[in-house]
C-alpha cells in the first residue's frame, strides 16, 4: 500500500525524549544510558532555520555523534563536511566546533534526520523509518518557504519518497539527481536532490569528494535562484 502524499501534520514536530515508537531503539537508547551516561541518548530534534528552503536529510544519530551531543552531525565526522560547505555557500555562520554548544546558526536550512534514535550498528529498519515518519512529514509540511529537500544517503532519499507518497522505481538514488516532488501542504513545488552521504567512510574512500558535495550545493543555490 503507498503511503499517503504529505498533506498533514502530526504533533509533537519533533519525537518527544521519551519516545516509546520503537523497542529496539528504546532498548539500546537505555543501554547508552547506562553506558554514556553523560551522552545526550535521547532522540535527536532537527536543527537550524525552523522556515528554511532547504531542507537537509540524513539517516540516523551516530554513536558517538549526535547521540553524543543532541544535535545532527555534530560530534562525528559526518559533520565536518556539511558544515565546512555550509559555511562555504552561508548557510551557516559561527565556528563550528564539532559540539552543540559552539555558536552556529544556520540561515535557510534545517537538518534532520529520517531516524531520530541512534540504531545499533548505525543500520535501522523499515518499521522505524515508518515510525518516524510523522515527524519528518512534520518538518516538511510545516515550513512556507520550503523548495529544496537534499537528501544524504539511501535511506534519507527513500523516506523523503515515502512522505510525498512516491514509489520507488521511477525514482531511482543516484549522486546529483533530481526529482520532482510536486506541491507540498503549502503548494510550494518541492525538488529533491540526492547525495551520497558525508560519512567518513564516502569520504576516505573517495565515493564522495569535497568537489562532488560541492557541485551539489552549487546545484542547489541555482535552483533556489530561479525560484
Avoid: W
Wanted: charged share 20%.
Amino acid at each position: 500500500m503507498t503511503p499517503a502524499p504529505v498533506k498533514a501534520s502530526f504533533s509533537p514536530v519533533d519525537a518527544p525524549e521519551n519516545c516509546a515508537l520503537c523497542p529496539r531503539l528504546v532498548a539500546f537508547r537505555h543501554q547508552n544510558q547506562e553506558k554514556y551516561p553523560t551522552f545526550f541518548n535521547k532522540p535527536v530534534p532537527s536543527f537550524g532555520d525552523p522556515d528554511p528552503e532547504l531542507l537537509i536529510v540524513g539517516l540516523a544519530p551516530g554513536l558517538q555523534g549526535a547521540n553524543k551531543t543532541g544535535r545532527p552531525f555534530t560530534g562525528d565526522a559526518s559533520g565536518d563536511l556539511l558544515f565546512a560547505t555550509l559555511e562555504k555557500y552561508r548557510y551557516m555562520e559561527g565556528t563550528f566546533l564539532s559540539r552543540a554548544d559552539d555558536n552556529v546558526k544556520l540561515h535557510n536550512t534545517l537538518i534532520t534526520n529520517a531516524v531520530r534514535c541512534v540504531p545499533p550498528q548505525n543500520k535501522t529498519t523499515a518499521a522505524e523509518e515508518a515510525n518516524c515518519r510523522p515527524f519528518l512529514i512534520n518538518q516538511i509540511s510545516r515550513p512556507e518557504k520550503l523548495k529544496i529537500i537534499l537528501a544524504l544517503g539511501l535511506v534519507a532519499h527513500n523516506a523523503v519518497l515515502s512522505t510525498f507518497g512516491k514509489t520507488r522505481a521511477p525514482y531511482k538514488f543516484a549522486h546529483g539527481a533530481l526529482h520532482d516532488m510536486g506541491d507540498c501542504l503549502s503548494g510550494t513545488p518541492i525538488t529533491l536532490i540526492d547525495s551520497y552521504h558525508c560519512s567518513r567512510y564516502n569520504t576516505n574512500t573517495g565515493r564522495l569528494t569535497e568537489q562532488m558535495f560541492e557541485q551539489v550545493f552549487q546545484t542547489i543555490g541555482n535552483l533556489l535562484a530561479t525560484r
